[in-house]
């Protein structure tokens, strides 16, 4: 279980390493669960967000911490070819990630 690291990693080589290492050391039958991923194409809009929480409260904080975090997101399309789509209401942006797939 990868659940809230990813931000930290320094780039998707590096993920793409840990990924196939994850994988290698599973069973079989197992899958390899990553959350708590940040998407690439809301960067815009979470920054806006923050930008008008600030304007709103004066309170620039978040903002701040957002531009000089330097906190890795990962576009879409980056698991896409990784796994097989999992169903769940509202579309699928949940892959299963196994051993074999490719890392």
Same mark, same amino acid.
């Given at each position: 279980m990868l659940n809230g690291v990813v931000e930290n990693f320094p780039g998707y080589n590096y993920l793409r390493r840990v990924l196939? !290492? *994850?994988l290698r050391l599973l069973?079989?039958?197992g899958?390899?669960?990553v959350g708590a991923v940040r998407d690439l194409e809301t960067q815009d809009d979470l920054? !806006? *967000?923050l930008q008008a929480y600030g304007l709103a409260t004066g309170n620039q904080t978040g903002l701040l911490r957002h531009d000089a975090s330097g906190e890795l997101f990962v576009p879409r399309r980056f698991?896409?070819?990784m796994g097989r789509?999992?169903?769940r209401a509202g579309g699928s942006d949940l892959y299963a990630l196994r051993p074999g797939s490719g890392l």
């Amino acid at each position: 279980m990868l659940n809230g690291v990813v931000e930290n990693f320094p780039g998707y080589n590096y993920l793409r390493r840990v990924l196939g !290492a *994850a994988l290698r050391l599973l069973a079989p039958d197992g899958t390899l669960f990553v959350g708590a991923v940040r998407d690439l194409e809301t960067q815009d809009d979470l920054r !806006a *967000a923050l930008q008008a929480y600030g304007l709103a409260t004066g309170n620039q904080t978040g903002l701040l911490r957002h531009d000089a975090s330097g906190e890795l997101f990962v576009p879409r399309r980056f698991f896409c070819g990784m796994g097989r789509p999992v169903p769940r209401a509202g579309g699928s942006d949940l892959y299963a990630l196994r051993p074999g797939s490719g890392l």
